[in-house]
């Protein structure tokens, strides 16, 4: 469950272009909206109260969203250095130390595997 979980948070960050755009369009639709209300409230001041609404919503899931992307990056780092930690740790495990090949009497070459010597 955990190693699921970890996956889909790794695989939702990588495409953080995504999120950029997101952002990026909530910005412009809260900005356009804001100079909209000021327009309209110089001619009907009820009316730009309603319009600025907009761009309250607007700025406030801009907000929300940059904080939830930050801790999504922040779960994402840990994940991704744990998993970097543990596939170090197995790569740096060695494997046993393979000779050259000997030739037997016989005259057929076999491998031999290294051997550390037993302790007493």
Known sequence: ????????????????GSFKVLQLAYGITGAAFLLVAGVISLINQPLGWGFLIVPIVCFAVLGVNTIAWALIRLLVDSLGS?????????????PPTTLPMATTKSGNKKSQTARLPKKK
């Open 1 to 16: 469950m955990k190693r699921n979980f970890s996956k889909f948070i790794l695989d939702l960050a990588a495409d953080n």
């Open 82 to 94: 744990q998993s970097d930690k543990a596939q170090k740790a197995s790569v740096t495990a060695t």
